[in-house]
C-alpha cells in the first residue's frame, strides 16, 4: 500500500512571538470551536479520496496546538483514526508550547495516540525568551518536560534557537548544555532567521544573507536599538559549537538543522519521519488553514482565510489554492534542493531510477562546479553538501534551479 | 529640459507663467521666463495649486513682480488639477498673447519643433506653420535633407489625442504623418516646405546643442546590443540633443557612449529605455568632455577616462566650467556654500531678491555637479535651493584618472577623471559604496582605487560564511522555492567581471556620494 502522512494545522496562540512569520489567528474560543468543526469535516470529506493510502506519519503543528482544549485535539485524532488506514507504528508528532502546559492535557494527548512531543523551548534564558516574545519561561519549560515524560512521552524533540538578539555565546552553550542533560531523543536548533513581515524585521531588517550582516549592524545602531543581534563571528561560533556539542553527547545531525540521537540499535531510530517526507518528497496532505499538501507530483495549498474556511466548513473543492502539476524540470529541482537539506545527501541513482536520465545529464555542470568549490562532494553513490556547503546551502540550491527560459524550451 | 523649452518657445507666439503657489518663484522658473524673453516672446503669469493648504498666492505674486519685474496683479489664480480658474486663463490668452502673424497666401513655410515614431504610421512631425497652408496629399520638403513626401495625414493636438483635420494654415500648430521610415529625414528644428513652390529661406531654426555629459550605455544581456541599437535611434528622434557611437569596453562588451545635456537628461533616456524599449542597461561613470593638450601640440576630446592617453604624452588638461545660481532661503546659505566650496566653486556674488531669499553665483567645475549635485542641493537645504547653471568655458585644472580594481582587474567602466584634490577623498568613498553594493562571494573582494598604478585606498568584501533557509514548516515547498527563485533573480541582475560579479545599479550607484543626508 502507498504510505501518506498529514499535517494538521492549528492556527492559534496566545500571542504572537515576535519572530514568527507563520499563519496563526487569536484564541476565541467561540473561532476555535468553528473552526474546529471545518477541519473535522475537511478531514472526513478528503479521506474518501485516499482510501487505499497508510498513513505513516501524522504532525499536529500551528500556531499553538495544545492551547485549544485538549477535547479537540483529541476529536481530531479520533477523526483521522476513524477516516484513515494506519501503517503499523506510525510516528504521531504534536508541538507543545510550555505556557499551554497542564499535565492532564499531556496525558490525554498521549491517550488519544500521540507518540512524540515537540516542545518550544526556544532557550533557558528568561531574558532571551522575554525578547522572543515567548509566552513561557525556563522554568515553565522544565514543568513541561518532566510532565510529559510522567505522561508517557519516550519520543521528545527541544526546539531551540541560535543568534537571537542580546544572546551571548556562554548563554547559547549555557542553553544548549543544559537541554543536552536532558537527553531529549531529537533536537532542532535554528539559527534565527528575520523573516519579513514580522515585528523582528522592523527592529533588525533582512539578515537572512550573510552578505547583509554589516548593513544590518549599522541599521541597529542608526535605529539605537539597544538590544543587537549577535555579530557575524559570534553567530558563525555559536552555530559550530551546536554542531561539536550535539557530536560529543551523542547526537548526530541529519538535515541542516535537525539532530537526533544515536540509538545503539537503530542510528535513524530518532529522526523525525514526518520531516523526512518532505525533503524525500513523499506524498502528503494538509488540513486546516495555509496547509500545504503534495500528491502524485501535484502540490496545493488550502486557503489561508480562516473566515473562508469555515464558511466553507473545509470543503475540499473550495479550499484549495495555488494548485501546480509540477513538471519534470520542477520534480528535478525539488529533488535536488530539498534532498540535499539531508545530511546524506542525494542518490545518484535515485535520479536516474525516477527520471530515467543519468543526474550528471541535467546537473553535470553544476554539481562539478561546486565540487571545485568544495561546496559539494560525492561518496559512493551519494551527492551531498560539504560543511562549507551546509552553511551556503541556499546558494548552492538557487544554482539547482532551471532558468525559465530553459524550461519553455522543454 | 532647457532644450524641450527653448524648442517650444520657437514655435509660440506668447507663454504662460506657472508659478506654483507653494514655491513661490525658482531658479528655473527665471531661466525660462528669460529664455521666453529672448524668443521676444509676451509672458503673464498664473498661480497654481491655490487648492493646497500650504500655498500663498500673495506671496507668490510679490516674488513675481519683485524679482522677475513682470505684471502679476491680475495673475489668474488657478489649480489645474481641481480646474479651478482654467477660463481665466484661456481669456487671458485671448486677451493678453498676440495673435500670430504669416501669410495664408504665401509658400508654406513650417517648423519642425517635435516628432514621436509611431511603429504604423511611421515620423508623426510637430510643426508651427509660419506661412503657407500644409494640407492632405501635397508634396513637401524637408530643407535641411531635401528629402519629398507626400502627406498622408495632417492634425491637430487634442487631450491625449490627435485629431485629424484637411489643412493647417499659417498661425496653428498640429502635426502631419507622411509615411517617413526614415527617422533621419525629419530633424527637429528643419523647416518643412512644399515641394512644387518652396519657400525661398529657411527659418532659423535651432541653435544646435553640445552634449555636456557622456556615459557608457551597455545592455545587461549582451546579445540585445542590436536593440539598444535601434531604441536609441528611435530615442534620437525626438530628442536631437542625444549624441551616441558605439564603444567597446573591456568589462561590459559592446555598447555606447552617449552624450547628454546634463544628468537629469541622461536619467531621463535610461528611464525611457528601460521602460519603454523594455531594456535592462548598465550605466558606466558619467563623465563631461575635456580638452586634453597633448605634448606634441594636438588637443584631443576626451568623452570617455578610459581612452585617456599615458600621462607622458599629456601637456595640461582643461575642464568644463559652468556660471550656476543658486536660489535659497536665507537660513541654508550657509550650507549651500560650503556645499560649493566642497565641488571647487568659485564664489563670485550673493544677492538678496527679498528678506528672507539669496541668489548665489557660483562658477562650478561641471564634473563637480554632474552626479549627486542636485540631490545634495537638496537634502541640505530641505528642498528650498533651486539650482540653474550653462555653460561658461574651459579652464586649465589639474585632473587625474582614477582607476578602480575589484579583485585585482582594472573595470574601466569605473574609471573617472577627477581633480587631484579631491582624488583620495574619491577615492575612498567609492571603495566604501562598492563595499556595500558588491554582495559577498566565496572568496574575499579587495576593491581598490588606484592612481596611475598607485593604490590611494582599499577596502575588501568578507567571504560569505552563511546563507541558509529557514525552517521549511509544514512542507511549504513552494514558498522556499520562490525564495531560492528570487535570490537566482537576483544573480541575473549581476554583471560579471572576472570572477566578481557586479550589481547592474552599483556602476550608477557608486558615484552618489554626498553623504550628508
Redesign the interface.
Known amino acids: 500500500m502507498m504510505p501518506i502522512s498529514l499535517y494538521i494545522h492549528i492556527p492559534f496562540c496566545l500571542k504572537k512571538c515576535l519572530y514568527c512569520d507563520f499563519l496563526s489567528a487569536p484564541a476565541e474560543k467561540d473561532l476555535q470551536e468553528r473552526y474546529f468543526h471545518a477541519l473535522l469535516s475537511e478531514i472526513v470529506r478528503t479521506a474518501e479520496e485516499y482510501r487505499d493510502r497508510e498513513v505513516i506519519t501524522v504532525f499536529i503543528g500551528g500556531g499553538t496546538p495544545s492551547l485549544p482544549d485538549a477535547k479537540w485535539v483529541m476529536q481530531v485524532m479520533d477523526a483521522l483514526k476513524d477516516n484513515f488506514r494506519f501503517a503499523e507504528h506510525p510516528e504521531i508528532s504534536m508541538e507543545m508550547n510550555p505556557g499551554t502546559e497542564t499535565l492532564e492535557k499531556l496525558t490525554q494527548y498521549r491517550k488519544a495516540g500521540i507518540n512524540r512531543l515537540s516542545i518550544g523551548c526556544q532557550s533557558l534564558q528568561d531574558e532571551e525568551l522575554r525578547i522572543l516574545g515567548r509566552i513561557h519561561n525556563a522554568a515553565g519549560f522544565y514543568r513541561c518536560y518532566e510532565d510529559a515524560r510522567q505522561a508517557g512521552f519516550d519520543n521528545i524533540n527541544i526546539d531551540l534557537m541560535s543568534a537571537v538578539p542580546g544572546q551571548t555565546r556562554t548563554s547559547w552553550l549555557d542553553t544548549l548544555c543544559k537541554i543536552l542533560a536532558l537527553s531529549p531523543e531529537h533536537i532542532s536548533a535554528y539559527s534565527l532567521i528575520i523573516e519579513e513581515g514580522t515585528p523582528f524585521y522592523e527592529k533588525y531588517g533582512d539578515v537572512s544573507r550573510g552578505d547583509l550582516y554589516d548593513i544590518t549592524l549599522q541599521k541597529q545602531e542608526a535605529n539605537g536599538q539597544q538590544v543587537k543581534l549577535p555579530d557575524e563571528e559570534t553567530e558563525r561560533l555559536m552555530y559550530a559549537d551546536t554542531l561539536q556539542y550535539m557530536c560529543e553527547n551523542g547526537y548526530h545531525r541529519y538535515e541542516i538543522s535537525n539532530y537526533a540521537r544515536n540509538d545503539v540499535h537503530n542510528r535513524n531510530r530518532y529522526e523525525c519521519r514526518h520531516n523526512r517526507v518532505y525533503w524525500e518528497r513523499g506524498d502528503y496532505l494538509g488540513f486546516g488553514i495555509g496547509a500545504a499538501s503534495l500528491m502524485d507530483n501535484i502540490r496545493w495549498s488550502n486557503c489561508r482565510d480562516i473566515a473562508r474556511y469555515i464558511s466553507e466548513t473545509g470543503n475540499p473543492d473550495k479550499i484549495r489554492e495555488q494548485r501546480e502539476k509540477l513538471s519534470i524540470h520542477a520534480q528535478m529541482e525539488e529533488f535536488m534542493f530539498l534532498g540535499l537539506r539531508l545530511t546524506e545527501g542525494i542518490r545518484i541513482s535515485e535520479f536516474e531510477t525516477y527520471f530515467g536520465v543519468p543526474i550528471a545529464e541535467i546537473y553535470g555542470n553544476r554539481i562539478r562546479k561546486f565540487q571545485q568549490e568544495k561546496l559539494l562532494e560525492q561518496k559512493g553513490d551519494f551527492i551531498r553538501l560539504t560543511a562549507k556547503g551546509t552553511d551556503l546551502s541556499n546558494y548552492v540550491m538557487a544554482e539547482f534551479l532551471f532558468d525559465h527560459a530553459d524550461q519553455k524550451n522543454e | 529640459m532647457d532644450m524641450k523649452v527653448s524648442r517650444s518657445l520657437a514655435a509660440c507666439d506668447g507663454a504662460i507663467l506657472v508659478v506654483d503657489a507653494t514655491q513661490g518663484v525658482e531658479a528655473q522658473t527665471l531661466a525660462n521666463v528669460y529664455m521666453a524673453l529672448d524668443h521676444d516672446l509676451d509672458v503673464f503669469p498664473v498661480i497654481n495649486k491655490i487648492d493646497l493648504p500650504s500655498a500663498q498666492p500673495e506671496e507668490a505674486i510679490k516674488e513675481i513682480e519683485d524679482v522677475i519685474g513682470i505684471e502679476a496683479q491680475n495673475a489668474p489664480l488657478i489649480s489645474a488639477k481641481m480646474g479651478i480658474g482654467i477660463e481665466d486663463v484661456l481669456e487671458a490668452v485671448v486677451h493678453r498673447i498676440p495673435a500670430p502673424v504669416g501669410d495664408p497666401a504665401a509658400p508654406l513655410k513650417s517648423l519642425i519643433f517635435d516628432s514621436i515614431y509611431d511603429s504604423y504610421r511611421g515620423v508623426i512631425v510637430f510643426i508651427r506653420v509660419r506661412d503657407g497652408v500644409i494640407r492632405r496629399g501635397m508634396s513637401v520638403k524637408f530643407m535641411s535633407t531635401g528629402a519629398v513626401e507626400e502627406v498622408v495625414e495632417v492634425g491637430y493636438f487634442g487631450p491625449g489625442r490627435f485629431i485629424p483635420c484637411d489643412e493647417l494654415a499659417a498661425g496653428m500648430v498640429g502635426y502631419f504623418t507622411a509615411s517617413i521610415k526614415n527617422i533621419q529625414d525629419s530633424r527637429v528644428g528643419d523647416t518643412v516646405t512644399d515641394a512644387q513652390n518652396p519657400c525661398k529661406e529657411a527659418l532659423p531654426g535651432y541653435k544646435k546643442v553640445m552634449p555636456m555629459v557622456y556615459c557608457g550605455l551597455y545592455p545587461a544581456d549582451t546579445a540585445r546590443y542590436p536593440e539598444l541599437r535601434d531604441a536609441l535611434e528611435k530615442l534620437q528622434l525626438n530628442d536631437a540633443s542625444l549624441f551616441y557611437e558605439p564603444e567597446t569596453s573591456q568589462a561590459l562588451g559592446f555598447g555606447f557612449r552617449c552624450g547628454f545635456l546634463g544628468l537629469l537628461h541622461l536619467e531621463v533616456v535610461q528611464e525611457r529605455l528601460e521602460r519603454e524599449y523594455n531594456l535592462d542597461l548598465v550605466t558606466t561613470a558619467p563623465s563631461v568632455v575635456y580638452k586634453v593638450h597633448k605634448t606634441d601640440g594636438t588637443i584631443f576630446q576626451l568623452t570617455n577616462p578610459a581612452n585617456l592617453p599615458d600621462p607622458s604624452e599629456i601637456d595640461f588638461m582643461e575642464e568644463p566650467i559652468v556660471s550656476g545660481e543658486i536660489m535659497v532661503t536665507t537660513e541654508y546659505v550657509g550650507q549651500i556654500m560650503q556645499l560649493c566650496q566642497e565641488r571647487r566653486g568659485k564664489y563670485l556674488s550673493t544677492d538678496y531678491i527679498e528678506k528672507t531669499r539669496a541668489v548665489l553665483k557660483y562658477e562650478l567645475p561641471l564634473n563637480e555637479i554632474i552626479y549627486d549635485f542636485f540631490d545634495a542641493l537638496k537634502s541640505r537645504s530641505r528642498g528650498f535651493a533651486s539650482f540653474d547653471y550653462e555653460l561658461k568655458g574651459y579652464e586649465q585644472s589639474e585632473l587625474v584618472k582614477l582607476d578602480i580594481m575589484i579583485n585585482r582587474e582594472n573595470v574601466d567602466a569605473l574609471s573617472f577623471i577627477v581633480h587631484k584634490d579631491g582624488a583620495y577623498e574619491r577615492g575612498r568613498k567609492m571603495c566604501e559604496k562598492l563595499k556595500?553594493e558588491i554582495?559577498?562571494h566565496?572568496f574575499e573582494i579587495p576593491i581598490q582605487a588606484a592612481i596611475g598604478g598607485k593604490v590611494i585606498a582599499r577596502e575588501t568584501?568578507k567571504a560569505?560564511?552563511?546563507?541558509?533557509?529557514?525552517?521549511?514548516?509544514?512542507?511549504?515547498?513552494?514558498r522556499?522555492?520562490k525564495?531560492?527563485?528570487k535570490?537566482?533573480e537576483g544573480?541575473k541582475k549581476m554583471r560579471q567581471i572576472g570572477n566578481v560579479e557586479i550589481p547592474q545599479a552599483a556602476f550608477l550607484n557608486v558615484l552618489k556620494l554626498d553623504d550628508t543626508k
Do not use: N, T
Open positions: 556595500d554582495p559577498r566565496l568584501v560569505m560564511r552563511k546563507d541558509v533557509l529557514a525552517k521549511c514548516y509544514g512542507g511549504d515547498i513552494s522556499k522555492r525564495l531560492l527563485e535570490q537566482k544573480k
